[in-house]
């Protein structure tokens, strides 16, 4: 009932205010009528009173005349008849009473009553201009009650039939006047509902809601316009925001250089397989090699052609629905659904391998590489993600150190071997810190085996667990972990140093020479710079060093390291050739540099007593090392008969176990320098 009367849309607050006015104007109108009826009907009933009292005047004079109260009585009478009459009186002159009438038994009472409430009309009774008396009639308000009920009646059916006429009128006013807003607010309300901007509303009328609408429909027009761009923006802004997101895909799981998957794609592939039930694989880690020598020679750009044509080659040698990837570099990944024997295995990987081996044209170049291809398979060589590429990428270096262009397969024997490189490494970095290394010196004789003229430094560890470490053992790490850099800053320190402690203790010069890695000889020259540098300061004779240099370190005439050796030999310090004979020789090198020893390999002198053709090799060394003013020393002699042969072929030095074991600095300090003062000879060119 509350909602029914609220107030609450403005369809019924107009109807309210047009009935409003309509029942104000209606009962001010009914006010005024009902006041002017009430005043007409007074006038009325005094005028019909006065009408009444002068009709019946002439005869009551007459009677009076003749005084016949009779007749008088009976001209009264009737005027009762009349309902609002309360009395009607006769007297005469002097004012005494001739005749009366009045309604009811009590004429007195009736007389009595409010002179308010009734109405007196005296009428003179003259004739002649002779005044014989009054005739006076007293009368009630009932003749005006009964107007003004009657009134009141007509008046209240009046009022009904206004509501009703101005109610449906009100309706039809409202329905005419409202009907453009009503459809207005309809499509606006369409418009919020549906978000649909194409709507308009119609102009009902040519008023002031005309003009809303038309403002309404011009900014329907301005939101639909702008929605449509900002829809066609929104459009194109998705179709970029699409492209891009395919791009960062393509960025984010391909390779920008070859197309094939990239690194992340290949681990979350691999994560996809393994956690899918009963799958077996292969998994393919392959090297090029070569690949370095091309980028090199040709440029990048021709490796980056080349790695493209590999990727190529890759896929062909493949199913589609196995997965080849670029992992970076020159490594490339291929996992081999549903394959887990290593007879197929073997012969994708032959087919891989032989792929590769074919020519590659690229800008009219023959480009041959090859590869080193790693084998494991998922789930016997590893249940995760990290294993399988670990012992995959085992099984790789490991055909890469047996010679490369092969392919391996992972065993845990393997991975027994790199865990155990991997604590060396480590036990190597405390090494370095806390310097548990140690230097032994194995003397080098003379032709006779009687003077030590010189002796070899040679590295040993003092492991705390393992006890002492030949150089073997760990040198070939150190040089592969990047280590072998700081070992061989200690031992250049190191030999430096007990050289030049006895020189200062005996005043002679006993030549230390040094194994120098290839790997230590840096292209900025501080690796000679060290060892000029250091000798100075120690106040050290140059020629008391002999840096010990393979011959592949020196096949590249033009490189800086020949600057480097040029340099020393310059600044007094030796350079001799070790394992000579094994290497690339070449006569270049020993022509163009100032090279004063070369130290023939143990491997020869092993065969001396039983093969003529080291014999001769050996006689041609030492022949052609004394025409360049070249010494020689002959490694790892063992035998008298091997001493024998090297002297009937004119060696100049010795060193082996037949005259002399590797022994710390001090043994051969007090074996071999701090006794006699042995007989040395300068090695020089």
Not at 24 to 33: C, Y
Not at 280 to 302: M, Q, R, S, W
Not at 303 to 311: F, I, R
């Amino acid at each position: 009932m509350k909602q029914l009367f609220s107030l609450n849309t403005i369809s019924k607050k107009l109807l309210f205010i047009l009935m409003s006015v309509a029942i104000v104007s209606t009962a001010m109108v009914a006010s005024v009528f009902s006041a002017y009826e009430l005043s007409t009907a007074k006038r009325e009933q005094v005028a019909s009173l006065n009408t009444l009292g002068e009709m019946l005047a002439a005869n009551i004079t007459a009677a009076v005349l003749f005084d016949d109260q009779d007749a008088i009585q009976e001209l009264i009478n009737p005027i009762l008849l009349r309902s609002d009459v309360v009395s009607v009186s006769v007297t005469g002159p002097q004012g005494n009473t001739l005749a009366i009438a009045a309604q009811g038994s009590n004429s007195d009472a009736q007389v009595a009553q409010d002179p308010t409430e009734t109405v007196l009309i005296t009428t003179v009774l003259s004739l002649e201009g002779q005044d014989y008396g009054f005739l006076r009639i007293q009368a009630d308000d009932s003749y005006v009650k009964e107007h003004v009920a009657f009134y009141s009646q007509f008046l209240l059916l009046l009022l009904f039939v206004t509501f009703g006429v101005s109610f449906f009128l009100s309706l039809l006013l409202r329905k005419r006047f409202l009907n453009p807003l009503l459809h207005l607010a309809s499509v606006a309300e369409n418009v919020t509902t549906s978000n649909d901007y194409s709507l308009r509303a119609q102009e009902l009328s040519q008023d002031e809601i005309a003009d809303l609408t038309s403002c309404f429909n011009g900014m329907l027009h301005t939101i639909e316009q702008r929605d449509k761009l900002l829809e066609s923006q929104v459009k194109e802004r998705t179709e970029e925001l699409e492209a891009a997101n395919v791009q960062l895909h393509e960025y984010a799981y391909k390779d920008g250089l070859t197309h094939l998957p990239n690194r992340r794609f290949f681990y979350e592939k691999l994560q996809s397989l393994i956690d899918t039930k009963d799958m077996k694989f292969a998994l393919i880690f392959l090297d090029l090699d070569g690949f370095k020598e091309v980028n090199d020679t040709l440029g990048h750009d021709y490796g980056d052609l080349l790695l493209k044509k590999v990727a190529k080659r890759l896929t062909r040698c493949v199913r589609s629905k196995d997965t080849v990837a670029r992992l970076g570099g020159d490594e490339f990944t291929l996992i081999i659904e549903g394959i887990c024997e290593q007879g197929r295995a073997c012969q994708i990987a032959e087919v891989v391998k032989t792929s590769l081996m074919q020519r590659f044209m690229i800008k009219n170049e023959e480009i041959y590489v090859t590869g080193s291809i790693g084998l494991t398979f998922f789930p016997s060589d590893g249940t995760t993600v990290d294993s399988l590429v670990k012992h995959a990428d085992q099984a790789m270096y490991l055909s890469k150190n047996k010679g490369r262009n092969r392919y391996e397969f992972f065993s845990y024997l393997m991975e027994d071997e790199a865990l155990e490189k991997r604590r060396l490494i480590e036990d190597l970095r405390i090494a370095i810190r806390e310097e548990q290394f140690e230097l032994y010196y194995q003397p080098i004789f003379s032709l006779d085996g009687q003077c030590a003229a010189k002796a070899e430094a040679l590295i040993r560890w003092n492991h705390p667990k393992r006890g002492l470490v030949s150089p073997g053992e760990f040198i070939e790490v150190a040089e592969s972990s990047g280590l072998i850099g700081l070992i061989g800053d200690w031992v250049r320190k190191q030999a430096i140093s007990d050289a030049a402690t006895w020189y200062e203790k005996t005043g002679h010069v006993v030549q230390i020479s040094v194994n120098t890695s290839p790997l230590q000889i840096d292209q900025g020259g501080n690796w000679a710079n060290a060892w000029i540098e250091q000798t100075a300061a120690k106040d050290l004779p140059p020629q008391a060093i002999l840096l010990e240099v393979t011959e592949n370190t020196l096949m590249d005439l033009s490189s800086p390291i020949q600057e480097q050796i040029e340099r020393l030999s310059q600044h007094g310090i030796n350079i001799a050739i070790d394992d000579f004979g094994v290497g690339y020789s070449s006569l270049a090198y020993l022509q163009k540099l100032d090279i004063d020893v070369l130290k023939i390999d143990r491997s020869f002198i092993q065969d001396l007593q039983t093969n003529e053709s080291s014999v001769a090799l050996i006689r041609a060394i030492i022949t052609m090392a004394h025409n360049l003013e070249v010494l020689v020393v002959a490694e790892g002699v063992e035998t008298e008969v091997q001493q024998q042969l090297l002297q009937q072929l004119a060696c100049d030095y010795l060193q082996g176990f037949l005259f002399a074991k590797p022994m710390p600095a001090q043994a051969f300090y007090e074996s071999y320098v701090e006794g006699a003062p042995v007989k040395t000879k300068r090695i020089s060119g």
